[in-house]
């Protein structure tokens, strides 16, 4: 008689475990649908001004288009291969560029699940087979995350700077405070402190081996990829027949990212991130354009992200069957 209460309150644990997923994604959908809404609201934006475009806006240049795609994929690749050389920087095995690409762009697929935890364990778990612990391959994801945050940061600045003269002074006081961060913070004593912060908020292990003689030059690494990610965005905005100039455009990109991202509440900053980005082109390209670009930029991103990344995936899932043979040899 005693035991009946036991098994009774697994199944309501794991209701109770399940509601309560259910109800944080709710909050999660709904901070993200109120967040755009204002944002899209405040810039005086509708579907009717999408309606009302010339429909040559939704037809690129192929030319064009196929460099843009061409440059956002080798933004991709770069971020990988940085990813690789962190590791090697932490005291991890070298992994050759063609397979750190593959383990790190399919474990990207994780930042289309909120939070932004999915993204590491991924690179953790498919890291293991690189030769590469998952303590290191981790340490180097929540790096790499926090320097290119900062990249995309100083490159996003140019928007503000592009922009109507009120940005203007806003730019100068965030350079100048971005530039101070920058240089307090490599200071070996604060470069400790903010490391150690950074891998509290992600819930993992700074390692000893972090120099900040390491971080400037990851940062150097992360602002010529993030320059390539801007870039290439600016010429998908050329093949619609948007023009603007390149720092404007190129720069909202940045800047759009940076501020998706900290809404930890939107995966892969969905609805937010164009929600800014209509935002920062308005008043450039209008607010209709802005709009269209913005829609054809979310497509554009995933495809080049997504389709690569399940190829390498469904050639990860073949391989790993038994007596599929080596990765390692594919790779080299």
Known sequence: MERGPGPARAPERRSGGILKAWAIRAVQLALTVVVTWFIIDRVGFGLDDLRALDPSVWTPTPGLFLLSCALLFSGYAGSAWIWGRIVVDLGGPSIPAPRAVRIFMVANLGRYVPGKVWQIAGLAVLARRAGVSGTTATAAAV????????????????????????????????????????????????????????????????????????????LGLYLVNWIVYAASFWVLAESLGLSAGPIPVAASFAAAWVLGYVMIFAPAGVGVREGFLVALLTPHLGAAPSGALAVVARLWTTAVEVVPAAWFWLRHLTEARPGAGDEGATDE
């Not at 945050?149 to 490159?155: E, G, I, P, Q």
């Not at 965030?174 to 240089?183: F, H, R, S």
């Open 143 to 218: 790096v790499g995350q926090g320097v290119a945050l900062v990249a995309a940061s100083a490159v996003g600045l140019g928007a503000l700077f592009a922009g109507p003269p009120e940005w203007r002074a806003v730019s100068a006081l965030g350079g100048g405070a971005l530039a101070a961060a920058v240089g307090i913070g490599l200071l070996p004593p604060v470069f400790d402190r903010v490391v150690g912060l950074w891998f509290r908020l992600a819930r993992q292990e700074a390692p000893a081996s972090l120099r900040s003689g390491h971080a400037i030059r990851w």
